[in-house]
């Protein structure tokens, strides 16, 4: 990590509580319990499918968390897909450099040969969006989402 201002580890269900405030600075419509949720159903695959990781200073507190996953695409094969990106903004790129090299970590460590990131438009901001070019990353695609509303869960979900 850059410096090793920061240190990455996997997110624990127990954590979830201590995570909470920095999760509802992006998403204020997340109730507590919807997070522990999250972080519950996350948290339990096993780490070689997916899961959550945590990225701390060195006094332990949490500045970014993201959702990570494995799958196959048509374009690149097995690939690592960051999701749930939520990170706190602070100046300069050392945390968005911090992020990407545990992507990159990850992604070595479980054999990807591709990392894909997908984060909310509004929640990059350009300084971010120059480390990422910077790191090799470009857009490739556009996501679209709809809330089927008729699910009790919709309420629940974290974008």
């Known amino acids: 990590m850059p410096d090793e201002l920061y240190q990455a580890e996997p997110l624990r269900a127990r954590e979830a509580e201590g995570v909470y405030p920095l999760v509802s600075l992006m998403h204020p419509e997340m109730t507590l319990e ?3 949720q999250f972080v519950r159903r996350s948290t339990r695959v096993p780490r070689s499918c ?9 006094r332990g507190y949490v500045h970014a968390v993201f959702a990570y996953r494995f799958g196959e695409t048509l374009q690149s094969g097995r690939a690592l897909r960051i999701t749930d990106i939520v990170m706190g903004r602070l ?9 990407i090299a545990c ?3 990850l992604a070595d460590e479980l054999g990807s040969p591709c990392v ?3 984060v909310l438009e509004d929640a990059v901001g350009a300084a971010d969006r120059e480390s990422l070019r910077e790191a ?3 857009p490739s695609g ?3 989402t709809r809330r089927l509303d008729r699910h009790p869960e919709a309420a629940a979900l974290v974008h």
């Open 91 to 99: 100046p300069g790129g050392t945390l968005p450099r911090a992020l």
């Open 116 to 118: 894909t990131l997908d």
């Open 34 to 36: 919807a997070w522990r």
């Open 50 to 58: 997916g899961g959550l990781v945590a990225i701390r200073d060195r």
């Open 136 to 138: 090799g990353f470009t």
């Open 103 to 105: 992507a990159e970590r």
């Open 142 to 144: 556009l996501v679209m």
